[in-house]
């Protein structure tokens, strides 16, 4: 297991669209246990594998407390579906450095994917978990919390980085 780089905005790979997963095998193991790894030592909750610049439907979750049994979720080619209530609450992400804002979200999906050996999942979620799993989805088709926000404060936020990435290579 290694702990991987986690890209940030505005690098491209974070922009596309991601491959379905197709082979369960040795390989996809060795990228569910580095993502897992990245992500708990980051610490996030959650981490699709395109923020490792790795371009798979893919993503890997862990939403239980400080004091409880770690619970790693793993989703394959997840489609989400009968979205149902919204809720506005405040979110984060590894690959966005320095924001946290409020986003609208379905409050309970329907979720349809497969596990780390391709078994067939059909669930629902609400509540935080739907949550998490909506903002890990979006990554899996190049979105980012940033695009649920106003224009402006997208803006206020693409001219921060700009201006942080530039003192940085300064
Ligand atoms: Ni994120």
Redesign the pocket.
């Known amino acids: 297991m290694a702990i991987r780089d986690i890209l940030k905005y505005p690098h491209p790979i974070l922009r596309r669209k991601a491959a379905q997963v197709t082979d369960f095998d040795d390989n996809l193991r060795k990228l569910v246990a580095d993502m897992a790894e990245t992500m708990y030592d980051a610490p ?1 909750v ?3 594998a395109p ?1 490792i610049g790795v371009s798979l439907q893919l993503l890997v979750m862990d939403i239980t407390g400080k004091d409880e049994e770690p619970e790693l979720i793993v989703l394959a080619n997840p489609v989400l579906s009968e979205g149902e209530g919204a809720a506005l609450e405040e979110e984060g ?4 450095v320095d924001l946290t804002a409020r986003v609208q979200r379905f409050t309970k999906i329907r979720v349809q994917a497969q596990d780390i050996d391709g078994t067939s999942l059909d669930f629902i979620a609400d509540e935080w978990f739907a949550r998490v799993i909506q ?2 989805v ?2 899996l088709n190049g979105i ?2 940033i695009d649920h926000l106003s224009s402006l404060k997208r803006a206020m936020y693409k001219k921060k980085r700009k201006k942080q990435l530039a003192q940085a290579t300064a």
Do not use: N, T
């Open positions: 996030g959650g981490l699709a923020q992400c590894l690959s966005v903002h890990e979006d990554h980012l919390f």
